[in-house]
T-cell receptor, first 115, second 109 residues
Framework: DTEVTQTPKHLVMGMTNKKSLKCEQH?????MYWYKQKAKKPPELMFV???????INESVPSRFSPECPNSSLLNLHLHALQPEDSALYLCASSAPRGLWDNEQFFGPGTRLTVL | EDQVTQSPEALRLQEGESSSLNCSYTVSGLRGLFWYRQDPGKGPEFLFT???AGEEKEKERLKATLTKKESFLHITAPKPEDSATYLC??????????FGPGTSLSVIP
C-alpha cells in the first residue's frame, strides 16, 4: 500500500457544525502533516506530527484541532469554522529517516466548504 | 527570510515544444529541494528530491537540476497529459518545507 487516503472527499458544513477530517496511511511513515490550500495558491502547512506527537503548529486558530490516535491515522477536528476556512485540506506523510529528510506523499485532499 | 519563488507563473507550450521551469530559493541550510506535480482538485504528486548543487534527476520527459540558488525542471517534448501545476519546495535547516507559488503548464495538442 503506497498511498495516503483522505475522507471525506467533499464536506459542506455550517459555521456552528462540528466535523472531522480523516487521513490514513499504511506505508510505515512516522511523520504526518496537515496542509490548507486555497485556489491557485501553494499548500500552507498547518500541523506536523512526528511519532504521534505534535511537533509543529503553525499558529493555526483553535477552531482546528488535530489528533494522531496512532501511527497510521491523523484526524483534523473542525468546530465553529468561518467561510474563509473553505479550502482544500491536504494530508501528507513522510518516511521516518529524520523528520523532514524525505519527500512527503500527499493524499487527494478534502474539499471543505463552510457556509 | 526563507523564500521560494517560481517562474513563469503560467506557461503554454505546443506539444513537442521543450522548455524549462525555474525555481529560485533563499533557504537557510537547504536540506532538500522537492518538485511536485498537482492536477486541479487533487493532492500534489511527488516527482523529485535534489539535495546538492550539481545533482540531476530524470523521469520520463522530465529532468530536474539544482544549483546553489536555483532549480530547473526541464520538460522535453511535452504531451498534453503533462499539463498541470508544478510546485517546488525547499526544506530549511529548522525542519520546515516552504512551497513556491507554482507554475501552471498547459500543453496544447
Amino acid at each position: 500500500d503506497t498511498e495516503v487516503t483522505q475522507t471525506p472527499k467533499h464536506l459542506v458544513m455550517g459555521m456552528t457544525n462540528k466535523k472531522s477530517l480523516k487521513c490514513e496511511q499504511h506505508m510505515g511513515h512516522r511523520a504526518m502533516y496537515w496542509y490548507k490550500q486555497k485556489a491557485k495558491k501553494p499548500p500552507e502547512l498547518m500541523f506536523v506530527y512526528s511519532y504521534e506527537k505534535l511537533s509543529i503548529n503553525e499558529s493555526v486558530p483553535s477552531r482546528f484541532s488535530p489528533e494522531c490516535p496512532n501511527s497510521s491515522l491523523l484526524n483534523l477536528h473542525l468546530h465553529a469554522l468561518q467561510p474563509e476556512d473553505s479550502a482544500l485540506y491536504l494530508c501528507a506523510s513522510s518516511a521516518p529517516r529524520g523528520l523532514w529528510d524525505n519527500e512527503q506523499f500527499f493524499g487527494p485532499g478534502t474539499r471543505l466548504t463552510v457556509l | 527570510e526563507d523564500q521560494v519563488t517560481q517562474s513563469p507563473e503560467a506557461l503554454r507550450l505546443q506539444e513537442g515544444e521543450s522548455s524549462s521551469l525555474n525555481c529560485s530559493y533563499t533557504v537557510s541550510g537547504l536540506r532538500g529541494l522537492f518538485w511536485y506535480r498537482q492536477d486541479p482538485g487533487k493532492g500534489p504528486e511527488f516527482l523529485f528530491t535534489l539535495y546538492s548543487a550539481g545533482e540531476e534527476k530524470e523521469k520520463e520527459r522530465l529532468k530536474a537540476t539544482l544549483t546553489k540558488k536555483e532549480s530547473f525542471l526541464h520538460i522535453t517534448a511535452p504531451k498534453p497529459e503533462d499539463s498541470a501545476t508544478y510546485l517546488c519546495a525547499g526544506k530549511t535547516s529548522y525542519d520546515k518545507v516552504i512551497f513556491g507559488p507554482g507554475t501552471s503548464l498547459s500543453v496544447i495538442p
